[in-house]
């Protein structure tokens, strides 16, 4: 069954930092750029990471630059999100996603109606 899980989510302070890990099952993640959104309560789905499948070049949204950093290990068949400096607008439910772009390999970016395999999503929750 071809699925990715995500992981790490929880409830932190204000000022904390979490690792999200994405897992693949299923497939391998060699040739898959991978995403990472999220949603919070009453708000778009909106993304925040990517990554490449083969220079491993990244992108990220203006909310989260400077603070995430997206990382891969293909041969741990995993992606994680490394998320510091957290703050209540951060609280949301996290998801990872890929796409294989079929041997063309553009620029990352976060276009939702691009990826083809999504996570069921975990729980971020940023109070003191």
């Known amino acids: 069954q071809v699925q990715l899980v995500e992981s790490g989510g929880g409830l932190v302070q204000p000022g904390g930092s979490l690792r999200l890990s994405c897992a693949a099952s299923?497939?391998?993640?060699?040739?898959?750029?991978i995403g990472w959104f999220r949603q919070a309560p009453g708000k778009e789905r909106e993304g925040i990471a990517c990554i490449s499948s083969s220079d491993w070049h990244t992108y990220y949204a203006d909310s989260v630059k400077g603070r995430f950093a997206i990382s891969r290990d293909n041969a741990k068949n995993s992606v994680w999100l490394d998320m510091s400096d957290l703050d209540a607008e951060d609280t949301a439910v996290y998801t990872c996603?890929?796409?294989?772009?079929?041997?063309?390999?553009?620029?990352?970016?976060?276009?939702?109606?691009?990826?083809?395999?999504w996570g069921q999503g975990t729980q971020v929750t940023v109070s003191s």
């Open positions: 299923g497939f391998t993640l060699d040739s898959y750029y």
């Open positions: 996603a890929a796409i294989d772009y079929d041997g063309r390999y553009p620029p990352c970016r976060l276009r939702k109606s691009e990826y083809e395999i």
